[in-house]
């Protein structure tokens, strides 16, 4: 059995073959275990797809993460989901922008997929407050200078190419990347829906159908200096740039009828022209220094992001049977939105004896600006005016100072805990420009976490973890101002929203059974004024969305992977989620009521090692019924197919299709005293690329089973990239 070492004080990781085997500058295939004593670490870089998927592909092969097609993130069936980049918000993940972002960001940039479902004291909660993945790049730090070129062609006109490296000598080092990606997804749907009226019973039904299309530029860059000052300081700098066109071009046909099988009293389609662009900026400086006691580091972070984003939408509306009080035929709305994120934190970590002491700050400043400019043309003079009614600016700045401490030991040679707490403050001001109205708030949050692992046998673990969270609405959801979004739909934010307050408990069980790596976990989740979007009528057509603290919520469930080989050759890695929500809601009219549902949700990846250059890969997966505001969203199943062949040791061709079937389609249903709704979205399902990836210096790719178990970092991996990836992933998050 492998002895821990006394620095992380943690309880010994089950040993496997992959650990004793694996040499420095090679990445192998071989499973390694997959948790730390507070999250579970997954290896995305092996996957066979990664070459020339995004970072929502790479998501969407993690156990429990679902990533819908337009970027939408769910863990556990849960949207309250914090996604950050190294362990720090980055303004490219905060809002409207995060689902275009992840579609924009490379899987090849992407060293480890973290998923903490129970965040400790060193996690704050200005980017969400739930649970938490968290994305660690690459950061490569062996001597001399390698890298990688991907190029790869896609149906329709798709294409994406990244060139990324890095070169060490001596006290420096530098490693970067530039990419580029032409890429987007076709949409189509459908919505039925019906009007009540709750005193008369009279209903007003109306259709909407809806298809989109256009394909956006993508190009990013980035670059890190690291600078070894003396044997105990490190210095290191970063920029990063993502921008991309926001073109699309789409269609609305809207048609109301008196009742249900009445007359049609309206009938006339919509054609939009969208353009603009987005903009993301980012840069940082971090130093790390080692203290005269062994395992003694302090280390300072300071990242700084940006994001500007511009939307441009012309429309044009043509009637065939035009409403009461028809609209002007032609229309524009601009969007500007923009976002800015400081975020200093300072960390240090002090061995005693068998223990483990860390304590930390953090100050950070969020800014967001909204400015929303709609024009209609006068039909007869054809001049613009503003449609003040559609028009509006916001602002918003929260600030946030945090401090925190925690302790890990080891009790016994079985009994591993830690313990910890985070005291933060957090202002915020409000300002609608439009109306002149103002708002300021201020408050004091405490959140303890604790976690314990006992060592059951050798090959067996048991881990216990509680987190408390607090979860605080963001920019979009505080504006009170409405929105336009199409005839029939608009949305606005409340500010009067407070935050949402989480406890999470979770039991797992960790086991290598018949040669293969098992683990189970049980997990409760308690919100309190949980934050739910809420939907109504303010016009006998036209649909307002809005959040609303909406009582209690609970969810439990039961959390299964099993990854391993079968035979020489064969792998697979199956995971699923039995989850059971209750959700104690109130309506318009005080009255509560409870939403129950259970679901269960699997993915089944497997892996053939076909001949030693051959390498095949397939995956389902299926999310099974959520609740979805004030309604459910149906059941879906997606298979994915990837296939690398080894031209030569370092010349690969890469073969990737997405929902093979081209079945994925996203169904909501929504049944209240006044809204009956079915709406069906479906996109681009069926994309398929194929493409080349060229190693450039010293090591030869290994191959992999997808998403496998990236270890305890620092220790699980090699020196190479497992070194330095270690060191800014255990002290980095905040």
Known sequence: MKKTPPKPPEPPATPTSGDAAEPPSVVVSAERPTNRIDRQVYDVKSDVGASNGSAADALNSVPSVAVDPDGSVTLRGSPNVQILIDGKPSAMLQGENRGASLNAIPAEDIESVEVINNPGAQFGNDAGGGPIINLVMRRTRRPGGFGVVNANGGTAGRYNAALSGTYNSGVFGIQGGLNVRHDGRAGSGETVRDRIDPLTGAMVHSTQFASSSGLNDNVGANATLNYNAG?????????????????????????????????????????????????????????????????????????????????????????????????????????????????????????????????????????????????????????????????????????????????QTRLNEKWGVLGGMRVEHTGLDVEQLTTHVNASNSYISYIPSAYATYKWSDDTNLRFSYAHRLRRPNAYELNPFVIYRDELNVSAGNPQLNPTRTDSFEIGYESRIAGMETNLRAYHRRDRDSIL??????????????????????????????????????????????????????????????????????????????????????????????????????????????????????????????????????????????????????????????????????????????????????????????????QRSSGGPR
């Open 231 to 407: 044997a105990k300081d490190t210095l290191a700098a970063s920029v990063s740039y993502q921008g991309r066109d926001n073109a699309q071009r789409s269609q609305d046909r809207y048609l109301r009828y008196a009742a249900a099988g009445g007359a049609l009293d309206s009938d006339y389609t919509r054609s939009t022209r969208r353009g603009g662009d987005a903009r993301n900026y980012g840069w940082g400086a971090r130093w790390e220094h080692k203290g005269t006691a062994d395992g003694e580091t302090m280390k300072m972070d300071l990242r700084v992001t940006s994001a500007d984003n511009t939307v441009n939408n012309a429309y044009q509306n043509v009637y065939a049977v035009a409403p009461r009080g028809a609209l002007d035929q032609k229309s524009f709305q601009d969007n500007v939105t923009s976002n800015r994120i400081v975020d200093f934190t300072g960390d240090y970590e002090l061995p005693i004896g068998r223990a483990m002491l860390k304590l930390g700050y953090k100050i950070a400043d969020n800014r967001s600006d909204f400015d929303i400019l709609y024009t209609d043309t006068d039909p007869v003079s054809q001049l613009p005016h503003v449609n003040t009614q559609r028009s509006n600016r916001f602002r918003m700045d929260e600030k946030n100072t945090a401090l925190y401490g925690s302790y």
């Open 533 to 726: 979007i809420r939907r109504y009528f303010i016009s006998d057509t036209v649909l307002l969305t809005t959040p609303a603290n909406g009582g209690r919520n609970n969810a439990s469930g039961l959390e299964f992977t099993v990854h391993g080989k079968v035979m020489p050759g064969l792998s697979v890695n199956a995971s699923g989620n039995l989850g059971h929500t209750e959700q104690l809601t109130e309506d318009l009219y005080g009255f509560t009521s409870t939403r129950t549902t259970s679901s269960l949700s699997g993915r089944l990846r497997v892996n053939y090692q076909a001949t030693p250059d051959d390498q095949l890969q397939a995956m389902v997966q299926t999310q099974g019924k959520a609740l979805y505001g004030q309604g459910v969203r149906q059941p879906n199943t997606t298979v994915n197919f990837s296939m690398r062949h080894a031209i030569t040791p370092k010349l690969s061709l890469v073969l990737n299709v997405t929902d093979v079937f081209d079945a994925n389609r996203i169904e909501t249903v929504t049944n209240t005293a006044t809204l009956k709704e079915t709406s069906i979205r479906r996109s681009d399902g069926r994309i398929v690329y194929v493409g080349l990836s060229y190693r450039l210096g010293g090591f030869t790719p290994g191959t992999g089973a997808g998403p496998r178990p990236a270890g305890v970092q620092g220790q699980g991996q090699g020196q190479g990239q497992g070194q330095g990836q270690g």
